[in-house]
């Protein structure tokens, strides 16, 4: 079992930078890949980033590649996702996902345990 808490979203404006982290407990949580999902209002939650369990493969959505940034501190339980350049498109409920499965992919129905998400909001 793996349980899972987002943190550090809030009111960002136009350019500006966030990092977002989130708090594992469980004793899998080193051995799970990982990952970013969001929910924006009216609109179905998708994919942003994955990180494989040993931080050895990256995966990231086009809408946020080259401005975003996954990254995990297993020794801490904690995987992070950094976010600069925000733009109002980013505006969603950010939530930390993790898969004990084995498989490593973007795929939501991969990942079996999730966070209840953190609101990020981008607006001037």
């Known amino acids: 079992q793996v349980q899972l808490v987002e943190s550090g979203g809030g009111l960002v404006q136009p350019g500006g930078s966030l990092r977002l982290s989130c708090a594992a407990s469980?004793?899998?949580?080193?051995?799970?890949?990982a990952g970013w999902f969001r929910q924006a209002p009216g609109k179905e939650r998708e994919f942003v980033s994955a990180?494989?369990?040993?931080?050895?493969?990256?995966i990231y959505a086009d809408a946020v590649k080259g401005r975003f940034t996954i990254s995990r501190d297993n020794a801490k339980n904690t995987l992070y996702l950094q976010m600069n350049s925000l733009k109002p498109d980013d505006t969603a409920v950010y939530y930390c996902?993790?898969?004990?499965?084995?498989?490593?992919?973007?795929?939501?129905?991969?990942?079996?345990?999730w966070g209840q998400g953190t609101q990020v909001t981008v607006s001037s």
């Open positions: 990180i494989r369990w040993n931080g050895g493969s990256l």
């Open positions: 469980g004793r899998t949580f080193g051995g799970s890949n």
């Open positions: 996902a993790a898969s004990d499965r084995g498989r490593f992919s973007p795929e939501q129905s991969v990942f079996n345990y």
